[in-house]
T-cell receptor
Framework: GAVVSQHPSWVICKSGTSVKIECRSLDFQATTMFWYRQFPKQSLMLMATSNEGSKATYEQGVEKDKFLINHASLTLSTLTVTSAHPEDSSFYIC???????????FGPGTRLTVL | QKEVEQNSGPLSVPEGAIASLNCTYSDRGSQSFFWYRQYSGKSPELIMSIYSNGDKEDGRFTAQLNKASQYVSLLIRDSQPSDSATYLCAVADWNSGTYKYIFGTGTRLKVLA
């Protein structure tokens, strides 16, 4: 399957700071990437769809001013959690869409802990 | 609201048995279906996609799709303890030109040695 990396794999930060998570497609170009969040023992929750060269499409209830998404190149999308609070602590996972069969391949995830 | 439903489990099967995981979806117009495996603390990995009615086999895995009944299933033959994980069913959704997956909540599978 397609290869997606995320960096960092885990991060601990203080409340009120901002954290940037990178999602890279290592093999094919990725016009469309997705950002998910997963709380313990819960299913994946789609946060937003990231499209190269255009604004991200956010799901209902996701604050676009708090979760900034930038997809400036065909291989990189970033998610910045601004003014993070403990309730933002979660597992953040990106994926990329491979158009051939419209399959999504996930990155390894980033575990964020906000103190 | 489009929905994808799975039994949360856990589904326990003995080693070597066939594990059967089921998923139903609400949108009759859905065309693309996916099964993912997620180990605890890890991200999901794609097992198989299926688009046509019938069976699709890949190694020990068989996906089955019945669009008339709106269900998709995954069979795991010769289950191994390493298959113990949560299995997520996903259905592709096209809405006003945007594309995304709708995920079920997952079925936790335990394969007992």
């Amino acid at each position: 399957g397609a290869v997606v990396s995320q960096h960092p794999s885990w991060v601990i930060c203080k409340s009120g700071t901002s954290v940037k998570i990178e999602c890279r497609s290592l093999d094919f170009q990725a016009t469309t990437m997705f950002w998910y969040r997963q709380f313990p023992k819960q299913s994946l929750m789609l946060m937003a769809t990231s499209n190269e060269g255009s604004k991200a499409t956010y799901e209902q209830g996701v604050e676009k001013d708090k979760f900034l998404i930038n997809h400036a190149s065909l291989t990189l999308s970033t998610l910045t959690v601004t003014s993070a609070h403990p309730e933002d602590s979660s597992f953040y996972i990106c994926s990329k869409l491979v158009p051939t069969y419209n399959e999504q391949f996930f990155g390894p995830g980033t575990r964020l802990t906000v103190l | 609201q489009k929905e994808v439903e799975q039994n949360s489990g856990p589904l326990s099967v003995p080693e070597g048995a066939i594990a059967s995981l089921n998923c139903t979806y609400s949108d009759r117009g859905s065309q693309s279906f996916f099964w993912y495996r997620q180990y605890s603390g890890k991200s999901p990995e794609l097992i198989m996609s299926i688009y046509s009615n019938g069976d699709k086999e890949d190694g020990r895995f068989t996906a089955q799709l019945n669009k008339a009944s709106q269900y998709v299933s995954l069979l795991i033959r010769d289950s191994q303890p390493s298959d113990s994980a949560t299995y997520l069913c996903a259905v592709a959704d096209w809405n006003s030109g945007t594309y995304k997956y709708i995920f079920g909540t997952g079925t936790r599978l335990k394969v007992l040695a």
